[in-house]
Every structure is written in structure tokens, then in C-alpha cells.
């Protein structure tokens, strides 16, 4: 599938930079994953903007108060979206308000990284290292022990 992993803001922390650069660069090897940011704002305007930015993909919006699989259960779910034959994915970031009740409805899954909210920049790398861990998990690769 392909990714698209779009977040609301600019980058401005150097830590979430460096680990945001070394997942992507460790995805190359596993297919297209893209990382668009879009332009900050109330959470009706970055909601809007991420619902049109992800038009044609099936959308995973993030939030805290969203489902908690493990690895494994998200490796099922990804397999699950690839045997209904979907080719495109995202995955939304919201910014400091979060996002309207009318995108989570919207969503095709809402995933939260764990139930502490944290903040975007910090929510985008423990997401790509979730992706990069799925897709070793995906090609029987050993990154990944249970
Ligand atoms: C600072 S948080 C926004 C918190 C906001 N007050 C709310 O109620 O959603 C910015 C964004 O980071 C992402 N995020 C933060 N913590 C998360 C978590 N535990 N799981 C998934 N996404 C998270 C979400 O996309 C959220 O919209």
C-alpha cells in the first residue's frame, strides 16, 4: 500500500526531526511512504485540510481515544485492508486542539498510540517506528520479537 502520512505543522524539534528523517529513510526499502505537512490552524481548519488531503485513501485518524491494537493486531489489519484490495493510506496528525468529532466519524480507524496524549511532532515518530516495525513484520524480517 501506499502510505501518506500527513501532519498538521511544521517540524521544529531537532530530536523529532532526526527520528522522523531515520524511520523514512528506513522505509524506502518497504515501499512509498510519503510525509506531507500541512499548514497549521484552528481544529475545524487542520480537521478540513486533513480530510481533503486524504481524499481516496482509507484513513486512519490519530487520537488518543482511539482503538489500541498491538503490532500484531495492526499487521492483521493491514492485511486485512490489502485482501479488500485498498491501495492507498493515510494516516492523520492533528495539531494542539486535536480533531472535530466530524473526522473521527469520518475515519476509517482511529488509532491511538497509547492513552497519554502526546504532543504531534513526538506522535509522528513513535507512529513511523510502528510502520517500519509492521512493515519488517510483513517481510519476516527479525526487527520485531514478541
Ligand atoms: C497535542 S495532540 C492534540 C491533543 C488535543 N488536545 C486532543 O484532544 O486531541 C496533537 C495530535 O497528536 C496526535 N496524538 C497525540 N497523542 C496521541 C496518541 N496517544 N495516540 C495517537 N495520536 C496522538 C493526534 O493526532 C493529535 O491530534
Redesign the pocket.
Known sequence: MNHEIIV?GKPSLKYAKDGTAEYLKRLTRYGKYKLTHIKDGSSEDVSKRLYEASEGTIRV??????ATPTTQELVKLYNKWEMRGVKNISF????????TQQLRDDADFI??????????E???V??LEQIYRVATIKRGEPYHRD
Do not use: N, P, Q, Y
Open positions: 498538521a485518524v490519530m487520537d488518543e481515544r482511539g492523520l496528525i492533528g495539531a494542539s486542539d486535536g480533531h488509532l491511538s498510540l497509547s492513552a497519554l496524549t502526546l504532543m504531534h513526538l506522535a509522528l513513535v507512529l
